[in-house]
């Protein structure tokens, strides 16, 4: 009953993966315009859609009209089609770029990643970990705030030492006027400040370097497959603890 719709492309359930058996492994595929048309016109009625760009899955559901927009189209029919629709909204919830969903021409289907792309998703989680863990650490200050400390830094050690130029005086004057203190009340507590700074930003390098060495370590050649995802979740929830730890020695 296909047959008159030339290019579809019809998927062997050979070529789906355990998942998505259950479909009978029947995928048509075509642009919003003719895919829309076909079902209007009662040719077919897929029972899972999902919308393609660039051969990754950018949406699905039960119902086309959810998902029309650019891309081309792959529609499944048969039991377990809905099942795969919730697989991928539960991925959107937290999506992983190393397993995304995509299209290979035959099948809707999990992207397998190589161990390249679980260690460069792995090493992002851990960067953007660590962005946080300092964040809080610092008290989430602003990044603009952030940029001053250096200046003040040097004005408060200069005082110290009796070489501070006219203007680190009276930045350092200035602040110490707002806050109702004398200058060098202002310096001391800029100076503790800074000490304990470069303290924590050293042990949250360290709790990133450890991640990394980890991760580093799962994603070998001579790690078996099926060990390196597990190894990886291992290591992002060990610098989680490690990050709680820290904040909580902190007083974060």
């Not at 629709?85 to 299209?103: L, Q, T, Y």
């Not at 660590?130 to 650490?137: D, M, Q, S, V």
Request: hydrophobic share 45%; proline share 4%; with cysteine.
């Amino acid at each position: 009953m296909f047959k008159d719709f030339g290019e579809w492309a019809v998927s062997p359930a050979s070529a789906t993966p355990d998942w998505v058996k259950a479909v009978g492994g029947i995928a048509y595929h075509q642009g919003e315009a003719d895919m829309y048309a076909a079902i209007r016109a009662g040719h077919f009625d897929a029972d899972a859609f999902f919308r393609v760009i660039g051969g990754d899955v950018v949406a699905a559901a039960t119902d086309f009209s959810e998902i029309q927009g650019a891309g081309h189209f792959i529609g499944y029919s048969g039991e377990g089609s809905a099942d795969m629709v919730a697989e991928f909204h539960a991925w959107m919830d937290n999506p992983d770029p190393a397993r995304r969903f995509v299209w290979d021409g035959e099948a809707v289907r999990r992207h397998c990643p190589s161990r390249t792309e679980m260690r460069a998703a792995a090493l992002e989680r851990i960067n953007a970990e660590h962005a946080t863990l300092l964040g809080r650490l610092t008290g989430n200050a602003t990044s603009e705030e952030r940029d001053t400390w250096k200046a003040k830094d040097e004005a408060a050690l200069a005082f110290e030492a009796g070489t501070a130029t006219p203007g680190q005086s009276e930045m350092l004057t200035a602040e110490a006027d707002g806050a109702g203190i004398p200058v060098a009340r202002l310096v001391q507590i800029i100076l503790a400040n800074a000490a304990k700074f470069q303290i924590l930003t050293g042990q949250a390098a360290g709790v990133r370097a450890k991640a990394k060495a980890a991760v580093k370590a799962a994603t070998r050649s001579k790690v078996p497959m099926r060990e390196v995802a597990p190894a990886i979740e291992a290591a992002l929830s060990q610098m989680s603890k490690d990050a709680a730890a820290l904040l909580e020695g902190a007083g974060g």
